[in-house]
């Protein structure tokens, strides 16, 4: 397993470009399955995720071009197989999002059910519910979740998802659109993600509305055609330069994102005394105000408030704060792995239940620690780039899911990271063009 080596105290110093948004680009490949003609996506993010995504697709019968690492060709005429197995559900959940696509557009899906998950058990029960509501027959056999559409076609109708749930709403949004008649979804996620997803489902010729509000409706249509569309950019991993500029006491101009995406994020972060300007609607310059750091609270909650995944990288900040603060996990249980490592390179964090009181300010110090999920991952190495010494952060293929060529980004910008390849893993993330 590869590990990153990272000798810290550099303020960070330059310009970065942000990828593609990963939770964006899985629904929008999964999407592609809808069409017997091709669809291209654009800005596709090269990392480890996106690699499994598009083998998925592959593995059901469609075929795939990359004319360059960040453009998906893909045409999903031939589809032979409706299931995705469990060698592939077991390292990315998202895989279930192939479930709503073959349900909608064949009448039949099977999808291992994923495992327990280390930022807690995760179910799918909210989207198999809701396609049940459109009329599906769903069992479990043997471990994998079976679904059907007894006329081989779904039927719209008007669903409330008791919780707010992001891959549910995109589930449940890809099904629908190909089912006889109208479905209402109440209570629908509204992170930007979902409005992407719906932007490339209507460019393929589905009629759905009001989506990034809690109420969508999707007319069904016969068919659906071919698209081109670009994945919005990454707004957790614009959050993630943010803390990095902050925590290292550097000056970072962020480029090709949306600063509309991460609204909550942007005004804690000037709350807490980070100097943040946006010369241009994709532009933020990012520097430390002389006044250091405050501690404040933050509670994650579904968007358009503070994400969960920003929550581990506002953990490692507030440990260069000064004064407490309490950090409220409201979202997924046991999603605080990265306070132990935290700990052992300084930090003074206590948890309770979902509550992690963080007291700053503290001189962080090098330590070999573990990363347990990819945003915990993110958290360790922002902690790394600003502690005194050497860490060495282990199991970073967590990271290598969802951050693309992240050592090269930012060794690009002055930070001290190298990435100790161990040469029995496969695939090269740092290798995109
Ligand atoms: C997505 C994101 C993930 C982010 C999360 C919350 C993707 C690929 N991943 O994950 O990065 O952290 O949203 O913003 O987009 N729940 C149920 N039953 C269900 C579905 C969800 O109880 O059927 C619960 C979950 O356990 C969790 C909450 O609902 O407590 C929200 O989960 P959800 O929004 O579904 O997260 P994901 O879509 O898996």
Redesign the pocket.
């Known amino acids: 397993m590869d590990k990153f080596l990272i000798k810290g105290g550099t303020p960070l110093h330059g310009k970065i470009a942000i990828s593609g948004a ?2 964006s680009a ?2 929008c490949l999964a999407a592609t399955l809808l069409s017997a003609k091709t669809v291209t996506l654009h800005n596709v993010p090269y990392v480890r995720d996106l690699i499994t995504q598009r083998r998925l697709l592959e593995d059901l019968g469609a075929t795939t071009l990359t004319p360059d690492v960040h453009t998906h060709k893909i045409t999903a005429a031939h589809i032979e197989s409706f299931e995705a197995p469990y060698e592939l559900v077991k390292t990315m ?2 895989s279930v999002l192939a479930l709503g696509p073959l349900l909608g557009r064949f009448g039949k899906a099977k999808v291992s059910l994923p495992g327990g998950c280390a930022i ?9 519910r809701a396609f049940e509501k459109l009329g599906a027959v769903v069992s479990l056999e043997s471990g994998d979740v079976v679904a059907k559409a007894p006329k081989g076609r779904l039927v719209g109708s008007e669903l409330d998802f008791e ?6 709403t995109e589930n449940v949004m890809m099904a629908a659109v190909l089912a006889e008649g109208t479905t209402v979804i109440h209570n629908a ?1 509204c ?1 930007p ?1 979902i409005p992407d997803l719906a932007d490339l489902l209507n460019k393929m010729g589905a009629k759905v509305s009001g989506a990034g509000t809690p109420k969508i409706t999707i007319e069904g249509v016969e068919a659906l055609g071919e698209a081109e569309h670009w994945i919005i950019p990454d707004r957790i991993e614009t959050g993630t330069f943010i803390v990095a500029a902050a925590i290292t006491n550097g000056e970072l101009e962020i480029t090709s994102c949306r600063p509309d995406h991460l609204g909550a994020v942007i005004d804690m972060l000037r709350e807490v005394g980070v100097e943040i300007d946006q010369p241009d609607p994709t532009t933020l310059h990012v520097r430390n105000s002389n006044a250091g750091l405050r501690s404040k609270d933050i509670t994650t909650e ?2 358009p408030l503070f ?3 920003m929550q581990a990288q506002y953990m490692a900040l507030m440990t260069q704060a000064e004064g407490t603060s309490v950090v409220t996990e409201t ?3 046991n999603r605080f792995m990265h306070a132990s490592e935290l700990i052992r390179m300084g930090a003074d964090i206590e948890i309770h239940g979902n509550q992690a009181t963080v007291k700053g300010k503290v001189r962080l110090k090098g330590a070999p620690v573990l990363a347990s999920d990819l945003r915990a991952s993110a958290s360790l190495v922002l902690a790394g780039l600003c502690a005194e010494g050497e860490t060495l952060i282990d199991r970073v293929y967590h990271i290598d899911r969802g951050y693309e060529t992240i050592v090269r980004k930012i060794s690009s910008i002055g930070g001290n990271i190298e990435r100790l390849k161990d040469h029995m893993s496969t695939a090269a993330p740092e290798t995109s063009g």
């Open positions: 990963k939770n899985l629904p959940r998202a807690g058990t995760r179910p799918i029960d909210l989207h198999l919780k707010v749930t992001v891959t549910g996620a992170e993600e579904p968007y994400p969960t995944d979202i997924f249980e």
